[in-house]
């Protein structure tokens, strides 16, 4: 059954007010009241599992000033897209946990890289003990959203991440099925393949409002289903019994025509609960720059636009869950 109201998750933390998936990000996140966060994780090249919205990290972290690590800058291609800088692969994680955090996007968010360089990596066993911590200490459950980036790509370089996602959960105490654990990734092979092992949590797929999942294009090519394609009635009856819901992002609910303006909500949610499916959506933010053209103010990028006008329309989707760089903004307008 639909939520009456949606899950407020603290994307990467809060990474509104600190750069995202800092330490200072998901204790804010925490102290504002959000219902989960949302660690990223790939993996260091001896099999740690690390909190990073991707594995190239040199736009997150102070990896390129130190000379040190200079000739570990090189080119690869990750899901189909070419990328040059430093991966975590190629460190191990006592490498990774001399790093310090960066903001990722310091032009829109200014305040935020007056953080820089005050924290180191985590670990996604950080973040799981200083939930778990958080959660007791404010006597109420407090969910993680554990989002698995790239699982084809590192099992291709001989990184599997299933057996460490399963080892770090149970050593954590995430494997028990107590505390609210949601597994999601862009890719449905991992979240089949956890679930097959009888991890206990909620199983909900990753879309894109266009491409198609990488795992899915290495099995299959161009057969390989687009995400637009499974957002459709047709694709959600093949999900019925595969994963618990999706994840959308929010454009595919806004549903905006060629002069930026929402014609939305659009059907998905509907057609996904009618199917039994829960329903996400990301990334709701309130800066100009990723607002839908009708919904931007004066100030530039960084400035608030009417923000509340565009969520006001996934919120009239019926979403079960929705991501938020500021969870103070999010819980005051999604809880009403």
Partial sequence: MPRRLPLVIGHRGAP????????????????????????????????????????????TTNVADRPEFADRRTTKTVDGVKLTGWFTEDFTWDELSTLTTRERIPDIRPGSATFDDAQPMLRL???????RAGS??????IGVVLEIKHATYFASIGLDLLPMILRELKATGWDTGDLPLVVESFESTILHRLREQGLPATYIYLLEAKGRPFDLVAAHGDTAPSYPATAKPRGLDRLVGAVDGISVDKRMILAPDRRGRATG??????????RG?????????????FLL???????????????EAEWDVIRRAGVDGVFVDHPDLGGAFFRE
């Avoid at 007010?17 to 001896?46: F, K, M, Q």
């Fill in 16 to 59: 509104g007010y600190r750069p995202e998936h800092s330490r200072s990000s998901y204790d804010l996140a925490l102290e504002l009241g959000v219902d989960a966060v949302e660690p990223d994780i790939v993996a260091s090249r001896d099999g740690v599992l690390v909190v990073r919205h991707e594995n190239e990290i040199s736009g």
């Fill in 265 to 274: 909500p659009s059907a998905v949610v509907a057609d996904a609960h009618a």
């Fill in 125 to 131: 066993t950080d973040v799981l003990d200083l939930v």
């Fill in 293 to 307: 053209k009708e919904f931007r103010g004066a100030g530039g990028k960084p400035a608030f636009g009417e923000y």
């Fill in 277 to 289: 499916l829960q329903v996400y959506t990301w990334t709701c933010r309130p800066e100009n720059a």
């Fill in 136 to 141: 007791l200490a404010q006597g109420r459950e």
